[in-house]
C-alpha cells in the first residue's frame, strides 16, 4: 500500500499563508481522488478539499477563495495552499487518497496547522 506523509504544517498570524505538501510512497497515477481533511482539537473530522486525476476540484464552504488544492502526479505530491488564514482553521490536516488498482484509502499522519497571533 501506498504511504502518505504530511509536510509543512506549524504556527502562523492570523491572515498569513502555508502550504502543506502530501508525498506519496509511490505512484499516485492510480488514485483516482485524493483530498484533505482536517480535524480541529474536540471536533469531527471534516473534509476541506478533493481533487480528481483529471484535476476537478471541491471545497466546503469555509475555504473557497483561501485554500487551492492541487497535484502532481509526477512528483506523487498532493498540494493545499492556504491563504487569508483564519484562527479557525487551526486543525490536524490530513491527506487521504483512493488507489483504484486496490480499492484502498490511504492515509496520512497528520500535520498540525496553528493560526494564532
Known amino acids: 500500500q501506498v504511504q502518505l506523509v504530511e509536510s509543512g504544517g506549524g504556527l502562523v498570524q492570523p491572515g498569513g499563508s502555508l502550504r502543506l505538501s502530501c508525498a506519496a510512497s509511490?505512484?499516485?497515477?492510480?488514485?483516482?481522488?485524493m483530498g484533505w481533511y482536517r480535524q480541529a482539537s474536540g471536533k469531527q473530522r471534516e473534509l476541506v478539499a478533493t481533487?480528481?486525476?483529471?484535476?476537478?476540484?471541491n471545497y466546503v464552504g469555509s475555504v473557497k477563495g483561501r485554500f487551492t488544492i492541487s497535484r502532481d502526479n509526477g512528483k506523487n505530491t498532493m498540494y493545499l495552499q492556504m491563504n487569508s488564514l483564519k484562527s479557525e482553521d487551526t486543525a490536524v490536516y490530513y491527506c487521504n487518497g483512493l488507489d483504484v488498482r486496490t480499492i484502498q484509502w490511504s492515509w496520512g499522519q497528520g500535520t498540525q496547522v496553528t493560526v494564532s497571533s
Open positions: 509511490g505512484s499516485i497515477f492510480s488514485f483516482s481522488v
Open positions: 481533487i480528481t486525476n483529471g484535476g476537478s476540484t
